[in-house]
């Protein structure tokens, strides 16, 4: 989309926002357009980020963000190291990414400006504070000439503001405010003003500041100002003669809300639970990008949710199988390293054949590798990451709104089939969000769960007796006359007891691969969107859905004929996928890694495929997918 | 419960007819998720169901069905608490305990320790001790490690978990914090506790989780086969140390006692009649309970503890606690432990010197000095290493708090609905 293509002129007024006046001059309505906030880590982009998210899908818009900074809370001040950046596209048609290029970017010093200048399309926008472009900020940035002059910013419409003084004029009035409190409103003037340039209602906006600030009512005061004050610039400055309209998209009928990935899959959690009849019992370490999970779940003590923050990544994981023994839904969740951690207890709760759920929320590898950056680079480490045979279900998210159902489903296997089950995000669906079509609870399926009843015939209970989908019993302690020891040394089928028999360690290992292979046969076939056979089939997972949907839907709008499939689930495959490779000539493979899901395929179907492997720490742009794709079926 | 219904269910535990007639072999299905509302606030934790059972039944049994009311646990005791004092607070009538053994704790496996292990006599006074204490084998979990002492699980008919090198109390926190309702024992070793699961004991006791520790002191690394481990002597020779450790030892109760555990203990595998007491007090305490057993490796480290295992030697090198007693040993008690400022010392009584000027042990003391103390007496110093009680104070436990802060969580915001969650905040309709 490029705002000169779509942008109409028209005479209407844009909505009044409660509290201010009509903008009076001219609209331009556009069908969407991406913007990006940048500044240092301790300017609060995220924040205003959040709130341009939150007013946008208010106002009735498909909105998907990147926010993106760096693995240090405070980085040193006004360094390339130190920039935050969250970026939001927001349209009145259905959107599956957050923008390849930006009509908009708002810098808050040097170092922002010149890290996202690169983003921005020419004739873009682009609001800079030129008050931080003194020759101290250069040199923190090291620059040696100034981005302002030296024809860095030349292709661009560049709105100067004087931020700094225009902010402290605004929030001078309130009392009881250290300059360095005022200062510390810039980011709302700036958002404010960009409020204006969208026109953008900020009454949303309002109620989050009292609410956030309601015991320090002079700095929700001051925000407040300083929101109000960068607005009526917008209106009053003369480097604005007009605004932009966004109209709200066509979503189908519901009722809707914004949700942040990690967010909708401690509540997919919470739904799992409930569903299911069982208690949710999460035991986790802290680690980037999966605490929010944890922290998340934490405040949702009255659902019956328990969490313990272990001590570690290992006793996170041990305590989670632990609390699956007693009954509970246990759920570990961390990040690629602390995942490497809990290997062998991965391995453990293979062999008890208990359910529960392994989350990763992969980022960029390997060892800490770029902790706040997104990678899907743990496919193999959840394929084959523990010692032995030991084959695990995985299944993985594709959008932060399907983070909700993935919690859902995955919770459903791994009690079906006794199984602790892997479910995979990463950071940029984790922190990423989009409107979401709130479900409600009667009209989601239940969760069957079943647990033996007491016996008392004296004889042992036969805790690896199987039913027909190879899954044991799950009996819990509590219960009289089931009494039975598990452990990680190899068990004698059916009796559990300890085995060295090395014609039972064959069988066993047979039946806990196919037991898992089985899983297929109880998911969903494979949907292909697009023709059905011919000549180039995109093959995605996870959370390059996005860039991946919207590169096939342009390439195909462009007369090409491509196909796409999106995985859900990676293990095991479903049923159908060799039949669905086998229709068309090529296969293309985009991953952010350097190839393993196309590894996996190779090697299961002996199919060619071709990648698209990008690893930078960023997701895939459309033009990236796109790019390929036409490289492909040219 | 009533009183007369609680005897009964007892006694078809004992003779092994729990069956009602609700209860068949089909599994049960859960058909409808809990009412958690319905359930309120739950006032303390042991009276929670367990989360298996999905609430639907009260708090029964997982799978009770129609005996839900007979399977619950005595209420307070949950069943994974020694019922004794309970049960004598609720009723004045004699209780007739379940009519278990021994040997109705012995699993069918064969016990495959080498002749003369000391692992042996621990298992015997557990499964000793076990029928007095009145809660169900149902009831009773056992969670070890990896190395000789945690096979122990796979020779109890209790529930067990053998679980992986050094993490059984992480096991035992997650199975506490989710069921604490039970009773869970942790089997550890010194180098499966001390070496690779040094952390996660350093925490379970932190945390003062509800479960007894029991660490088994061999001193030595058996399972594979002689190496040394945390606790062997500096100068020890091994495959591994040919020219002697060079590793300064750990010892486990100065560490317990360092991680302020409410309850700590040691005793020695022979001195059977003192270990039974020992595992006794320690399923009692409310809270960590962390036990220490002198255990003889015959095979890989024979007599390490001779001198406080030998009959003829060990009433000069140990000192056996008793709490309100001054510290008092020797063949015939004749000698004694004081303090000299801040250090201790031994010293013969008679001539003067009386029982009166001697240290006197109190386990209740909420200062942690005079315990660690104790666990700093050590033979090679020549002191007497103290056996028995050395702490034993009451503190808030982990699965307690942790299920107070669930149930005040209810109450302050109801039962919990999610359709109220999804619909928290700012949203939008399209029509
Ligand atoms: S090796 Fe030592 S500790 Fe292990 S079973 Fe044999 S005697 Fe006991």
């Keep these: 989309m490029t705002r000169e293509s779509t942008a109409a002129v028209s005479t209407e007024a844009p909505p009044v926002s409660p509290g201010l006046p009509a903008s009076t001059k001219e609209t331009i309505r556009l069908d969407g357009a991406t913007v990006r906030l940048a500044g240092d880590s301790g300017d609060g982009m995220q924040v205003v980020g959040g709130q341009f998210t939150n007013t946008s899908a208010l106002h009735g818009n498909d909105v998907a963000t990147f926010p993106d900074f760096p693995a240090e809370i405070r980085a040193p001040r006004g360094t390339l190291a130190g920039v935050s950046g969250y970026q939001v596209q927001f349209a009145s048609r259905d ?41 101290k900020d250069l040199k923190l940035a090291r620059l040696e000439t100034n981005p ?38 810039k980011n709302f003037f700036a ?32 925000n407040e100002k300083a929101l109000r ?9 003369e480097a604005f003669d007009h605004s932009y309209q966004v109209e709200p998209a066509r979503l189908a009928p519901g009722t809707y809300r914004n949700v942040i990935g990690n967010q909708a899959l401690a509540w997919g959690l919470v739904t799992a639970a409930k569903l299911s009849g069982k208690e949710l019992y999460i035991g986790s370490y802290p680690i980037t990008p999966a605490s929010p999970v944890l922290e998340e779940l934490s405040a949702l003590k009255h659902f019956g949710v328990r969490t313990v923050q272990a001590e570690d990544e290992i006793a996170a994981i041990c305590s989670a199988i632990g609390a699956a023994f007693g009954g509970a839904m246990a759920v570990t969740s961390s990040s690629g390293p602390g995942i490497a951690l809990k290997g062998e ?13 392994v989350i990763n929320i992969q980022r960029g590898g390997p060892s800490t590798g770029l902790p706040t950056k997104t990678e899907q680079s743990d496919l193999l480490q959840a394929m084959f990451g523990r010692n032995g045979e030991s084959p695990l279900p995985i299944i993985a998210a594709r959008s932060p709104s399907d983070c909700f159902e993935v919690a859902l489903e995955a919770w459903r296997i791994a009690t079906r089939f006794m199984t602790p089950v892997i479910l995979l995000s990463d950071g940029y669906i984790a922190n990423g969000s989009e409107p979401w079509e709130i479900p409600n609870m009667d009209d989601l399926p239940r969760i069957s769960v079943e647990h033996p009843a007491p016996q008392a015939n004296g004889k042992p209970f036969l805790p690896y007796e199987r039913n027909e989908r190879l899954a044991r019993p799950w009996a819990l302690p509590g219960t009289p006359g089931m009494m039975h020891r598990v452990g990680g040394l190899e068990k004698e089928d059916v009796t559990g007891n300890v085995s060295y028999d090395p014609e039972n360690h064959q069988h066993m290992t047979n039946v806990r691969a196919e037991r898992v292979a089985r899983i297929a046969d109880d998911i969903p076939l494979q949907a292909v969107d697009g023709p059905p056979r011919g000549k180039l089939l995109v093959l995605s997972w996870g959370g390059t859905f996005g860039a991946c949907t919207s590169a096939v839907e342009e390439c195909r709008a462009g007369g090409l004929s491509v196909a796409h ?38 090697s299961r179907f002996l199919r060619e495929c071709v990648g698209l492997n990008k690893v930078k720490g960023k997701p895939f742009t459309v033009s990236d997918v796109v790019f390929k794709t036409r490289e492909l079926v040219a | 419960m009533s009183y007369s219904r609680l005897e009964s269910w007892w006694r078809r535990v004992a003779l092994g007819q729990q069956e009602t007639e609700a209860d068949g072999d089909a599994p049960v299905a859960l058909a409808e998720p809990p009412d958690t509302a319905a359930r309120g606030p739950a006032p303390v934790a042991l009276a929670e169901p367990p989360p298996g059972n999905g609430g639907g039944a009260a708090a029964g049994h997982p799978g009770r069905d129609g005996a839900a009311a007979l399977a619950e646990p005595p209420p307070g005791n949950g069943g994974g608490r020694p019922v004794e004092a309970d049960v004598a607070a609720e009723a004045a009538a004699p209780v007739k305990l379940p009519v278990l053994k021994a040997a109705d704790f012995a699993s069918d496996q064969d016990v495959r ?28 979990v056992f969670i070890s490690g990896i190395g000789c002492s945690s096979r122990f699980p796979y020779y109890m008919n209790t529930y067990g978990i053998h679980s992986i090198h050094g993490r059984a109390p992480a096991f035992a926190t997650g199975l506490k914090a989710a069921r604490p309702d039970l009773m869970v024992w942790v089997i550890t070793g010194d180098g499966d506790g001390l070496s690779i699961g040094g952390n996660h004991l350093m925490h379970a006791i932190r945390r003062n989780l509800d479960v007894n520790i029991v660490l088994f002191n061999n001193r030595i690394y058996g399972l594979t086969k002689g190496q040394y481990s945390p606790t062997s002597p500096l100068g020890k020779k091994t495959k591994t140390s040919p020219m002697g450790a060079i590793d300064n030892p750990l010892h486990p109760l100065s560490i317990a006692i360092g991680c302020e555990a409410t309850f700590v203990a040691r005793s020695i595998d022979t001195h059977i009649k003192h270990l039974e007491k020992v595992l006794r007090r320690a399923a009692e305490h409310r809270g960590t309970a962390f036990v220490e057993v002198y255990q003889n490796c015959n095979v890989f480290n024979d007599n390490a503890w001779q001198y406080a295992s030998d009959r003829r030697t060990k009433s000069e090198h140990t ?56 666990s700093r007496l050590r033979h090679e110093d020549g002191f007497p290493e103290p056996i028995g009680v050395f702490r034993a104070i009451d503190a808030p436990r982990y699965e307690e708090e942790l299920a107070a802060q669930v149930a005040s969580a209810r109450a302050r915001s109801g039962g919990g609905d999610l359709n109220a969650l999804f619909n928290s905040g700012e949203t939008w309709t399209v029509s």
Aim: charged letters at 20%; hydrophobic letters at 45%.
């Design chain 1, 95 to 135: 959107i599956f990414t957050p923008g390849d290029t930006l009509q908009a970017l708002v810098a808050m010093n040097p170092a922002a400006l010149v890290t996202n200048v690169g983003d921005l399309e020419k004739g873009g926008i682009l609001i800079v504070n030129d008050e931080s472009f003194k020759a």
């Design chain 1, 148 to 185: 302002l002059e030296d024809g860095t910013v030349d292709d661009y419409r560049v709105i100067k503001v004087r931020l700094d003084t225009l902010n402290r004029e605004a929030v001078r009035e309130v009392e009881g405010l250290s300059s360095k409190l005022q200062d510390r409103c």
């Design chain 1, 191 to 222: 958002l404010g003003l960009i409020y204006w340039l969208f026109g953008r209602g900020i009454e949303p906006t309002l109620r989050f500041v009292r609410e956030k600030f309601g015991n320090k009512p002079e700095v929700a005061a001051a």
């Design chain 1, 229 to 237: 004050a960068g607005w009526y610039y917008g209106e009053t400055t």
């Design chain 1, 345 to 357: 207890a991965m391995g453990l709760g293979m062999i008890l054949e208990l359910p529960m759920l």
């Design chain 1, 565 to 602: 499939a999106h995985l859900r689930y990676l293990n095991p495959f479903p049923a159908n996928l060799g039949e669905v490779l086998a229709a068309y000539d090529r296969i293309l493979v985009p991953e952010l890694n350097t190839g393993q899901l196309r590894m996996l395929v190779q």
């Design chain 2, 113 to 140: 320790w080498c002749p003369g292990c000391g692992d042996y006599a621990i298992l015997a006074q557990m499964k000793k001790m076990l029928p007095s204490l009145g809660v169900p084998r149902e009831n009773i």
């Design chain 2, 319 to 374: 000192i056996e606690l008793e709490h309100g007693a001054p510290l008092v040993f020797g063949h015939d008690r004749q000698k004694g432990i004081r303090l000299n400022g801040l250090e201790p010392e031994v010293v013969a009584l008679g001539n003067g010197t009386t029982e009166a000027g001697l240290l006197v042990h109190d386990e209740k003391a909420s200062e942690p000095s005079l315990a660690y103390l104790l």
